[in-house]
Structure formats: C-alpha cells, structure tokens
C-alpha cells in the first residue's frame, strides 16, 4: 500500500489516521491478463488503483475491438460515464497483462467522501487530472498527425513495451501497417 499512500500524500495533505482509515476500505484483486473487470452493459461501481499491469478500455467485438485508452501503474481511475449516472457501460476494461488492483466500491467512497473533506478534496483533484489529460488527448487528435501522437506516447514507456500493435494503433486511430510505417521512419 506504499504506492498508493505516496499517490495520496502527494495530492493531498491527510492525517495518518485518516489515511488508514482510507486505505482500510481497499481491497487487494488480482487479475489475469485478458480477464475483464468491467463488462460493456454493466454499470460500474468501482474505483481502481493500479499497482502493477494494466488495463485497457475498449468498445466493440472480436477483430473490431477499438482501444480507447490504456492505464498503468499508479493510475486511479473508473468507467466515470457509467459510474457517475448509474448506466450500463459502453466499454469493456481489460488486463492487458496481469494485473494488481486495489479497488473499492462507489458506496464506500461516497462515504469516505462525506466523512473526510480532505478525500473530498483528493477526488476532485484526481478528476481535475483525468480532464486535462482528456482535454490534451483530444487536442492533440485534433492536430497532431498520428506520427506526433506516437512520439508522444514513446515518453511514456509502458505504452510501447506493454501494448500490443494492434492495440496502439487503434489508440492511434491507425491500421497496424501505418503504425508500422510511423516506427520505421522513427528508427
């Protein structure tokens, strides 16, 4: 729980009581590589905290998988769309590896949120994040090429060594030759 108490202090200033309390309500789940956490048609109900592996988001079926998105160690994040209404989800979230989670329930950060302000306090700023990082994501769809995209993504390692091609150029909005046009040129 080192990761994660160093991911909270580092957001918010919490009292040592108050952050055992926080983290007594996460659960340790281990989970396979190609196991879901989150089927499309479920409604979400639960945060995670990546310790170690990962997990993708993607829409459609079989060859037509389309990845939206990938997260890695010390990631905190949800299905928020599905979550915040209460709807079934349009996503599936997948290990891409396996994967160690510390999870815990809506019901029970709802109820962290009403009895700590600094947890009120960490939730906002972990959303605040989740926003820029959309806002940069879109833009830079909008106006880099998928080349520029890709050499953003190269800083951050885990997207290269842990995402299959077929994956990452879905990211990217590409078919696998492009992407392996892109890497060509790169070397």
Request: proline fraction near 2%; charge should be positive.
């Amino acid at each position: 729980m080192k990761e994660f108490s160093d991911f909270i202090k580092y957001r918010v200033r919490i009292s040592e009581a108050d952050l055992t309390t926080v983290l007594s309500k996460f659960k340790n789940v281990t989970v396979k590589k190609g196991a879901l956490v989150l089927r499309k048609g479920q409604i979400a109900n639960q945060y995670f905290f990546i310790k170690s592996g990962g997990l993708r988001l993607h829409y459609g079926e079989f060859d037509e998988q389309h990845t939206s998105w990938v997260f890695f160690e010390n990631d905190f994040f949800t299905e928020i769309s599905s979550l915040h209404a209460q709807v079934p989800s349009r996503f599936n979230i997948e290990a891409i590896e396996d994967t160690v989670l510390l999870v815990i329930s809506k019901a029970e950060m709802d109820q962290l949120y009403k009895k700590f302000p600094v947890w009120q306090e960490f939730g906002r700023k972990i959303w605040e994040d989740m926003c820029i990082r959309q806002i940069d994501q879109n833009l830079n769809y909008q106006t880099l090429s998928a080349k520029q995209i890709y050499l953003e993504l190269l800083k951050n390692s885990d997207f290269v060594k842990k995402i299959p091609v077929k994956q990452l150029a879905s990211i990217l909005g590409i078919t696998p030759n492009a992407l392996s046009r892109i890497r060509k040129e790169i070397k």
